[in-house]
């Protein structure tokens, strides 16, 4: 548990990147939204703050989400323990935020699979970023990997959008 302050302390520095994932994939109050591998809780929290109406924070680590809890989270954050590559995330959101957390999945597909909105948005790091920030370079997923995955995933993909020096995003649709 003690690399959670240090993982909030990161979300919370890049909470500039949070904002552009909230507004890429049309992000406004009354909003239903997943965050999917929500570690700490911080971005979870920001799109609460930013009007979510409802946040379903997941992540398949118990003790993130104990973090969470005793951080404290608004009100309409709904924390819950879900593996998304074992099994689908059958609640009802119309925006599901899948970032930085796919890298550490070896089945992207299954898992973009198993996620279940009407927009999704991943963000990710890119192995053609500086390597300053975010996993080691071999270990991310280029932007178009990352959109054939979607594809095959059963997702609508639409064009990568760099966001800085060491990340990107795509929002999609389902249906190929």
Not at 74 to 102: G, K, S, Y
Not at 118 to 137: K, Q, S, Y
Not at 140 to 152: G, L, Q
Request: glycine share 10%; with cysteine.
């Amino acid at each position: 548990m003690d690399h959670w302050p240090r993982m909030w302390a990161r979300q919370e520095a890049r909470a500039d990147i949070a904002r552009r994932w909230w507004a890429l994939a049309g992000g406004r109050p009354g909003l239903a939204v997943a965050d999917v591998g929500c570690g700490p809780g911080f971005t979870a929290s920001l799109y609460a703050r930013w009007g979510a109406s409802r946040v379903l924070a997941v992540d398949a680590n118990a003790s993130a989400l104990a973090f969470a809890r005793a951080r404290g989270v608004p009100t309409q954050v709904e924390l819950r323990q879900h593996d998304i590559t074992a099994r689908p995330l059958a609640d009802d959101v119309d925006v599901a935020f899948v970032t930085n957390v796919l890298h550490h999945i070896r089945d992207v597909e299954g898992a973009l699979r198993n996620v279940r909105a009407r927009t999704l948005l991943v963000g990710e790091f890119d192995p053609e970023g500086e390597g300053d920030l975010g996993p080691p370079l071999d270990e991310r997923i280029a932007p178009d990997e990352m959109r054939r995955a979607m594809r095959a995933a059963g997702w609508g993909p639409s064009g990568v959008r760099r966001l800085d020096a060491e990340s990107y995003a795509v929002v999609a649709r389902p249906g190929v």
